[in-house]
């Protein structure tokens, strides 16, 4: 069974562009990337799109669907009618470079800003030991695809360009999240959390866990536990009573 199916595509470059008017044919259990597949060896040679594994496991072909950040790959064809027009658009959070391809450098330098694993000193390699209950809970944070649809839906930096130089994203703030839980990281994530890489921007709206393709939970299982951690070191009696006797001894 096919039709033909209305779409409205982005086209342009960082400068300028607009949405294309298409029609074009779509055949029974195709993608929306097979859509722009198709359209591009029918009707738009030149049309820019970024893809790899078509299998829903690089994250390369994020963009945004009728305004709702998702995999080309990963969104069927029979979710929408068939008189329904469909419109796809690039990353709105990012810069364009052309057509659907946008500049996602920003999380590739927020990545290199989070200090790597750092063991306890005196354990070398080979010489890690954990139980698999101690490493359960960060486990899950594993499966991200770096499609990077969390980031792009955050209103923290999708409304507000200036908080992209103090605000890592949900993205990096699970990654340190995933190192804080970590039983053998030895490094302070709390306080690299809230002071360098602005986990307070965070109100927990869930629109980070809403849009991840893996069905992550961002927010529940990696962002309000790290916002814990943060207010017990802040503002517990107990926990502020040990700061400061641990810093008396310590002088």
């Known amino acids: 069974m096919s039709y033909k199916a209305k779409f409205k595509i982005w086209r342009g470059d960082d400068q300028t562009g607009e949405l294309h008017d298409y029609l074009i044919e779509v055949n029974e259990g195709e993608v929306v990337l097979d859509i722009i597949h198709r359209l591009q060896a029918t009707h738009a040679p030149d049309l820019a799109v970024r893809w790899n594994c078509k299998a829903g496991k690089c994250g390369s072909c994020s963009a945004e669907i009728n305004g709702r950040p998702k995999l080309l790959c990963m969104t069927r064809m029979s979710t929408f009618t068939e008189d329904e027009v469909i ?8 810069p364009v470079i052309r057509d659907l391809v946008t500049d996602v450098s920003f999380n590739y330098k927020k990545a290199r800003e989070i200090p790597s694993f750092t063991p306890p000193p005196g354990l070398g390699p080979g010489e890690y030991r954990m139980k698999q209950v101690d490493v359960e809970r960060s486990q ?14 955050c209103h923290v930096i999708r409304d507000h360009e200036e908080n992209k130089e103090s605000f890592a994203g949900p993205r990096f703030l699970m990654r340190i999240a995933e190192l804080e839980m970590h039983p053998l990281d030895s490094a302070d994530r709390v306080r690299e959390a809230q002071d ?5 921007y965070c109100n927990i ?3 980070c866990t ?17 916002k814990e951690r943060v207010a017990d070191r ?3 009696p107990i926990v502020w ?10 002088a």
């Open 87 to 94: 419109t796809v658009t690039p990353l709105r959070a990012f």
């Open 140 to 153: 899950e944070f594993r499966k991200c695809i770096e499609c990077f649809l969390c980031q792009d839906t």
């Open 196 to 200: 360098e890489h602005g986990l307070g």
């Open 205 to 207: 709206t869930k629109c």
């Open 210 to 226: 809403e849009v991840c393709p893996e069905g992550i939970k961002i927010t529940d299982n990696a962002l309000i536990p790290m």
């Open 234 to 236: 802040k503002y517990d």
């Open 241 to 250: 009573l040990g700061s400061k006797l641990f810093k008396r001894e310590k």
